[in-house]
């Protein structure tokens, strides 16, 4: 009881310290990239905060399988340089008795992980999507920016207004329009927004208008006291909902390639989780002269490796390269096992390295021993 309290009141220390700095550094990345996005005009500025906020939700369970694999590796690595292992292994705490003791405390943050995963994750890509698709089917008069020459929502029209205009009427206009017959410019001295019941017009006072005919056949110049244009454009259509914003249920549903692709990213996070708090024991069970930062340094090189087998997992199914149980079985169960595997060999003979080593040179001396006592 008291060695199960005691490891369970470092870990949760530990794991809320690096949940907290990783946390951090991936809010501020979020940051400078959302702010990336809002000055190339992919997302509205006024949307910075709600979309960093959803991604930072979107990565949360990579950040809680993370911050409880670093904190099981430094907990247990300072334990065996302290030489506390050596104690409770006096005491008959072998390496797979601290299994259980990890798995109570870790119970909570893998169902944390699933939840993200297989919930959260669809659910805050979707939010982002709706955001962008709704920031580029805003209305032509909203795109409008003093200074700055904008594109309609449609493609067929630039806007420029000068810089002294205001929210609801401008100085100096100039409209570039196209369709399939005949480009027009259109600039005006002033102009201002006009709604009639559920339309928007643009009236222009004071300007000229240039319209060329796309075969060729001439030009028209044409000078008006008021002119107006309908900037109500109806909205774009909504596209295909993108793979990794779908539900995971309907992803099982649709049991196409890039759909079992998204799915192996989703559940292969789950059972990557698990598979590394039985890895942090593997690690940490290793020579005290090595030192915890050599640990750390390897379970941040062996999370980096899962989870980039994860991605490439997720592109090789979703290419129908190879298959959705098949690569599961082969990545997931297979880590698993040989985990397994290493935990009873160290509870049982110690370092497997220590028993090749120890056989290799009983072996060399019991057959050297047997040389020399042959007589000549």
């Known amino acids: ?86 104690i409770w292994s006096a005491c008959g705490r072998g390496p797979m008795s601290l299994l259980l003791p990890l798995l109570r405390f870790a119970w909570p943050v893998l169902v944390g992980v699933a939840v993200f995963a297989l919930g959260v994750w669809p659910w805050s890509n979707q939010q982002v999507a709706e955001l962008r698709q709704r920031f580029e089917q805003r209305a032509d ?95 774009i259509e909504a596209g295909e909902t993108p793979v990794r914003a779908r539900h995971t249920w309907d992803l099982m549903n649709d049991p196409s390639a890039i759909n079992q692709g998204e799915l192996s990213w989703r559940i292969g996070l789950v059972l990557a989780a698990i598979n590394l708090v039985m890895l942090s024991l593997v690690v940490s069970f290793g020579s005290p002269r090595a030192g915890r930062a050599a640990n750390l340094v390897f379970a941040l090189f062996a999370f980096i490796v899962y989870y980039n087998l994860l991605n490439l997992g997720q592109n090789w199914i979703a290419s129908g390269r190879v298959q959705f149980l098949r690569y599961m079985l082969g990545l997931h169960a297979g880590v698993a096992v040989a985990l397994i595997g290493w935990l009873l060999v160290r509870q049982r003979w110690g370092s497997p390295f220590a028993i090749a080593r120890s056989v290799l040179l009983g072996g060399w001396r019991s057959s050297g021993a047997g040389r020399a006592g042959v007589a000549p």
């Open 141 to 235: 008069v909203e795109r409008i920016a003093p200074g700055q020459f904008q594109e309609s929502a449609s493609g067929s029209r630039v806007f420029f207004v000068d810089k002294d205009s205001g929210e609801t009427s401008g100085n100096n206009v100039f409209i570039s329009s196209q369709d399939a017959a005949s480009h027009s410019i259109v600039s005006a001295q002033s102009a201002r927004i006009q709604t009639e019941g559920a339309d928007r017009f643009l009236v222009l006072e004071n300007g000229q208008r240039v319209e060329r005919r796309n075969d060729g056949s001439g030009h028209r110049v044409s000078e008006f006291d008021t002119y107006r244009i309908l900037i109500g454009d109806a909205p």
């Open 1 to 86: 009881m008291l060695f199960d309290s005691s490891l369970r009141r470092e870990l949760a220390r530990s794991f809320g310290a690096t949940l907290l700095v990783l946390g951090t550094v991936v809010l501020t990345m979020m940051l400078i990239r959302t702010l990336g996005l809002a000055t190339k005009g992919t997302v509205s500025p006024s949307d910075v905060t709600l979309v960093m906020g959803y991604t930072l939700l979107g990565h949360f369970p990579t950040l809680l399988a993370l911050s409880l694999f670093v904190a099981a590796v430094g907990t247990l690595s300072r334990m065996q340089s302290d030489s506390e292992m050596v």
